[in-house]
């Protein structure tokens, strides 16, 4: 009996009382000296038994926590979308009296058609969690105490302003978030340029960052290309680096669908996972050997002449040089040594692509986390160019993005090195969004240090170095002194041992989250090193989602409005709420909401000023021409919510219909109109559901290859072949992208309204803010970022044709010596960067003898991202209580380790984790695998002492990146998390 499914069926409160208190009885007179977590461990009943008492009295629990009752009485429900992975599951939310008091799955969904997983059932949880953060706290001799909101408002912000006069603004280091709505995420990029600094990063770089470089760079926009539904049409899919099973289980129903039509599945993975059980082919290769993989399948592609060679002609650049690298360096001999995969599996899967086309490829983290994610991620594009099946349905490269929200914060929010929009951080761009913003541009200069406002920022993945650094080898004026953790998890980085060191050097630690994370516990934990005596540390409760409105991109990009299901609980405040509190006080509110409507709002039993989450979103639509922001605003989002029932749930397109409440009609429209959507609303363009898509005329969702690389290139024609061009396209030829002058030369000015033709001078597609431009380019049929070939070659890369490069810890010297990595890097990002140097170091100190065992990490499906709110959450922390590592029974053996033994999984850096031993054939005896969302345990101590009081996770267990090593791409400064090495030791 599991009493954690019960919570649907409301007894009487006697009768249930009457139930545990017999309950009670009967176990104790059974397991009288069970502790409370081995009964939990044992029974499963412990979790159920406590939520059974508290459902009871809900109404009266959210009055103790600060959750007033709305004004709406009796039962409502509000429609919203899972705050967990990035496939936007829909979710309504029944509210009774302002408590959140049960929820369904949308049926009427298109992506998630009715199901859930583990982590989506459990939503409800955050309307009256026990384990969030509750009040403003901060770090008083050891321990958190509770402290007022004007008094940690005052105090924080007298601290940043401490730090900028002293040290200039780049002392200071925002981390966004990727749960973040869209609105939040992109004021907190606002923010931060008002505050003068560049130093600003989220989740994404650690994630897919080497996706949206490699993948921007191969043909114009760096996203997934198609959606979860097209899946449907795929008659043959390859998940490399992907574990979709447990990291995005509602996607499967997708690739179900494609099953049941015949669609051959293939999965490519160090592990035999969950996704794998699934394939008809299970290919298990070397971790870190994607590329000598995937160019043994260019190889038999291209031997065999399987390769779409009117589609390349017409289509790509430079595939030539791809197909010489494969057929010269790649034989199947040499990509067995390098992969350890047999010929005739890479024949069979390469065999299968061909055959069944359009065939997709999914990867996600699996592909992106190494020192060459750049690269591997191009060799997944290249082999959809070659077989043609990009910009097609059932084709494309199916990118599987982490959180909910991840897809929206790169799009518009904070990034070290863009604008909103990917405009990039040139003059012009921060010209344009002065105009926007409606501020002047030598005034947000000054706000910025001498010839620093032009200049990439330090990323997440590195902040760690910025403050540790020698400050004459950093390429900004000071050190990074204060740090905001603004909704991320520290134990979803590399190198825990130097993040500590980090954390106990700075000035200012500020964390703004629902559950303070990992990071709270960190900077309270004793240091063995030297802690900064001016360091002040503070903790402020952020409100979840679920307590605000805003749209989300799922990761078909794909755009969902959430209504605001309950009032904040305890006291906690919205994000964008927060951030204009802090600009008032920084002396830049006015400037940060001059185009919002302000709203008066009353938290935490207090006044605030709040954007309103519309105004924002009316910004962006305003501003963010490049990726087709513009369209969706908040009346057609809502409009799509409501009727969900109108969008098929395989071509994502309206079937017909007006809402009922507005009047808008959908018809034509795509679910969530996936960027791009150009032009203004009022033009109506539906979205589009696949990218680069050529036979879809422009205002029908269709596309061709962005022209973003120039016109040629060593006098090879980069635009598009004659004949090539998206349905209806007046230019029936390739052609740049469109600007006031190309409209002049076609004579297509004239059909500008004189306000428009005012705007326009001057302009491009991307800056002509009456958006008359895309008008009337999308009028004659055409894409206003123009109509090129895809690159093969990407001449601005460090490997223009991708490398396979041995990982800088590694277990196969003799590979290394193949396949060395790069050079080191100097100012690369601001911070100095080891490959060469460290690679030698570690071949020379023979690590690879001490540390024999490849480690590589990754998702479960009951917990997401740094685990730190669903390990809070009892509904899953029931499901799995104990971090572990994956260990070959071979590998067991010989080390005397036996199933379910403690170990140690020691590390090059030091480090060591105590986890349990999970002993499985799902890796071999090369391979040890560790999920990695458990925090709150240090090398074999829970430091639960160190969270505040009642804000700690239920399930705490050892971070697998408190052993990860030194890495990052070459591009992009991605972590390397998934190649590592390690030695595993039975517990004594």
């Known amino acids: 009996m599991n009493l954690t499914r019960k919570s649907s069926i409301k007894p009487t409160a006697g009768s249930t009382t009457h139930f545990i208190n017999h309950l009670s009885r009967s176990m104790s007179q059974v397991i009288p000296t069970m502790d409370r977590r081995s009964f939990l461990k044992r029974s499963g009943l412990g979790v159920g038994v406590g939520i059974a008492g508290t459902q009871l009295t809900l109404v009266k629990k959210a009055k103790a926590m600060g959750s007033k009752p709305s004004a709406e009485q009796g039962i409502v429900v509000k429609r919203t979308v899972c705050s967990h992975c990035s496939v936007g599951c829909a979710v309504d939310a029944v509210v009774e009296n302002g408590v959140w008091t049960r929820q369904e799955a949308v049926f009427d969904s298109p992506i998630n058609m009715g199901a859930h997983c583990a982590k989506g059932a ?4 955050h309307g009256h969690g026990e384990y969030r953060l509750k009040y403003p706290m901060k770090l008083v001799d050891g321990k958190y105490k509770r402290i007022s909101w004007n008094t940690a408002l005052d105090e924080i912000s007298a601290k940043m302003q401490e730090l900028k006069k002293d040290n200039g603004p780049d002392s200071l280091f925002f981390i966004g978030s990727s749960k973040h709505n869209n609105e939040q995420a992109y004021l907190l990029r606002k923010f931060v340029s008002f505050f003068g600094t560049n130093n600003t990063d989220h989740q994404a770089r650690i994630c897919h960052s080497t996706t949206v470089a490699g993948v921007a760079n191969t043909w114009g926009y760096g996203a997934m290309t198609n959606s979860y539904n097209d899946m449907q049409n795929a008659k043959a ?33 160090p592990r035999y996972t969950r996704t794998a059980a699934k394939s008809d082919q299970y290919v298990r290769i070397r971790s870190g050997s994607d590329i000598p993989f995937l160019y043994g399948i260019l190889y038999h592609i291209f031997k065999n002449g399987w390769e779409d060679k009117k589609y390349i002609n017409d289509r790509v650049y430079g595939m030539e040089k791809i197909k010489q690298e494969a057929l010269e360096k790649w034989s199947p001999k040499v990509v067995e040594e390098a992969c350890g995969v047999p010929e005739e599996q890479v024949y069979l899967v390469a065999k299968t692509l061909s055959e069944n086309r359009p065939s997709t ?14 690269a591997i991620v191009r060799m997944s594009c290249l082999v959809q160019l070659a077989l043609g099946n ?3 349905s059932g084709g494309g490269t199916n990118i599987f993005r982490g959180h909910d929200n991840v897809q929206g914060a790169t799009d518009v929010g904070p990034n070290p090195d863009s604008l909103p929009g990917y405009y990039g951080l ?13 501020v002047d541009y030598d005034w947000i200069k000054a706000q910025y240090a001498p010839n620093m406002m032009e200049k990439s920022g330090t990323t997440v993945s590195r902040w760690v170095d910025a403050v540790l650094e020698k400050n004459e080898l950093i390429d900004q004026p000071t050190n990074v002194k204060g740090l905001f953790f603004w909704g991320h998890a520290p134990n979803s980085q590399t190198r825990g041992l130097d993040m500590k060191k980090a954390l106990d050097a700075l000035e200012l630690l500020v964390v703004v989250d629902p559950y303070p994370s990992a990071t709270a516990a960190m900077a309270a934990m004793k240091s063995e090193g030297t802690v900064n005596a001016k360091r002040a540390v503070y903790l402020l409760p952020a409100a979840t989602q679920f307590e605000t409105s805003g749209s989300c991109t799922a990761s078909n990009r794909s755009i969902q409005w959430r209504e605001k299901v309950i009032n904040p609980l305890f006291e906690s405040v919205p994000d964008h709420t927060l951030m204009q509190a802090f600009a008032d006080r920084l002396g830049f509110g006015k400037e940060l909401s001059k185009n919002f409507k302000m709203l008066d709002v009353k938290y935490a039993g207090q006044a605030w000023k709040e954007p309103e989450v519309e105004s924002i979103l009316g910004e962006i639509n305003r501003s963010c021409w490049t990726i087709g922001y513009t369209g969706q605003t908040p009346e057609r989002l809502k409009a799509h919510m409501r009727n969900m029932h109108l969008f098929d749930a395989k071509t994502l397109k309206s079937r017909g219909g007006k809402d009922p409440v507005t009047g808008y009609d959908t018809t034509g429209d795509y679910f969530g109109l996936p960027w791009p959507c150009y032009g203004t609303a009022e033009i109506k363009h539906p979205g589009s559901p696949n990218l680069y898509d050529t036979s879809k005329h422009v205002m029908e969702g269709g596309g061709n290859f962005r022209a973003n690389f120039g016109v040629e290139k060593e006098g090879v024609n980069l635009l598009a072949e004659d004949g090539s061009h998206s349905v209806g396209a007046d230019i029936k030829t390739g052609y740049p992208e469109f600007d006031h002058i190309l409209l002049k030369k076609l004579g297509w000015w004239g059909d500008l309204t004189e306000a428009e033709q005012k705007a326009a001078e001057g302009k491009n597609w991307k800056t002509d803010l009456s958006g008359g431009i895309q008008r009337v380019v999308m009028k004659h049929g055409c894409h206003p970022f123009g109509n090129a070939k895809a690159r093969a070659v990407v001449w601005n890369f460090p490997d223009p044709v991708p490398q396979h490069r041995e990982p800088l810890y590694g277990t196969r010297p003799e590979l290394t010596a193949k396949y060395p990595t790069h050079a080191d890097k100097k100012a690369f990002w ?3 960067t080891l490959y060469k140097t460290l690679q030698d170091k570690n071949i020379a100190d023979k690590v690879y003898e001490k540390f024999p065992i490849i480690l590589t990490s990754g998702r479960l499906v009951e917990y997401e991202g740094g685990g730190e709110e669903t390990r809070s959450n009892p509904w899953l922390a029931e499901l799995q209580q104990e971090n572990f590592v994956e260990i070959n029974p071979k590998a067991a053996a010989s080390r005397g380790i036996k199933h379910n033994d403690f ?13 349990r031993a999970l002993v499985t054939n799902r890796v071999d005896e090369e391979h040890a695998f560790i999920p990695f969302h458990f925090s709150g345990w240090w090398q074999g101590k829970d430091i639960i002492d ?5 804000a700690h996770p239920i399930v705490r267990g050892e971070a697998v990146n408190t052993a990860t090593t030194y890495g990052y791409d070459s591009v992009t400064m991605m972590q390397e998390t998934k190649t590592t090495v390690c030695q595993i030791e039975k517990f004594a």
């Not at 494609?258 to 669609?263: F, R």
């Not at 040139?426 to 409606?438: M, Q, T």
């Open 122 to 125: 459990a939503l409800r949880e």
């Open 237 to 269: 899919a390859m998940y490399i680096g992907s574990n979709a099973a447990e990291a995005h289980p509602v996607s499967m129903l997708h690739l179900l669908h494609a099953k049941e039509s015949g669609c051959k599945v293939i999965v490519v993975d």
């Open 361 to 374: 490829i999914v990867w996600c983290m699996g592909q992106t986390q190494h020192t060459t994610g750049n």
């Open 390 to 392: 990009i910009g097609k």
């Open 426 to 438: 040139a003059a012009g761009a921060w010209k344009h969004f002065a105009k926007v913003w409606d």
């Open 830 to 832: 601001r911070l100095p």
């Open 903 to 915: 170990v140690w999984v020691k590390s090059p850096t030091g480090a060591k984790i105590k986890v």
């Open 946 to 950: 160190s969270y505040p009081e009642g």
